[in-house]
Nanobody, 131 residues
Framework: QLLVVESGGGLVQSGGSLRLSCRTS?????????MGWFRQAPGKAREWVGS???????????NYADSVKGRFTISRNSANDTIYLQMNSLRPEDTATYYC????????????????????WGQGAQVTVSS
């Protein structure tokens, strides 16, 4: 059974940092065409945050939404089948439930930016940033 499980959410003050983890089972992180992070705030649509995929000999490829570029970083640890979302300089508007997602087919690239591009989803991790 293929599973995607997030962990690491919590409450942080504005300007602080948090790191979310997303562990896979049933497939290694290297077997997915791409993995992505999304977030959804109350009353708002689910928003793409960023994605990661294998860049081959160049290493992992990453891609970020403009709203988080320069503040958030996605990385991958194949030794424990986990990807991470490091969030720095957090703002109150980053408050949301964050979801990890995985894509199992198609071209390997980090430019899948819509929820429909992904096949498996985690249960979500709450991130709250206080002002």
């Amino acid at each position: 059974q293929l599973l995607v499980v997030e962990s690491g959410g919590g409450l942080v003050q504005s300007g602080g940092s948090l790191r979310l983890s997303c562990r896979t089972s049933g497939k290694t992180v290297l077997e997915f065409q791409a993995m992505g992070w999304f977030r959804q705030a109350p009353g708002k649509a689910r928003e793409w945050v960023g994605s990661i995929s294998s860049g081959g000999s160049s290493g992992d490829a990453t891609n970020y939404a403009d709203s988080v570029k320069g503040r958030f970083t996605i990385s991958r640890n194949s030794a424990n089948d986990t990807i991470y979302l490091q969030m720095n300089s957090l703002r109150p508007e980053d408050t949301a439930t964050y979801y990890c997602a995985a894509r199992v087919e198609g071209v390997i690239r980090a430019t899948y930016e819509t929820a429909d591009d992904y096949d498996y989803w985690g249960q979500g991790a709450q991130v709250t940033v206080s002002s």
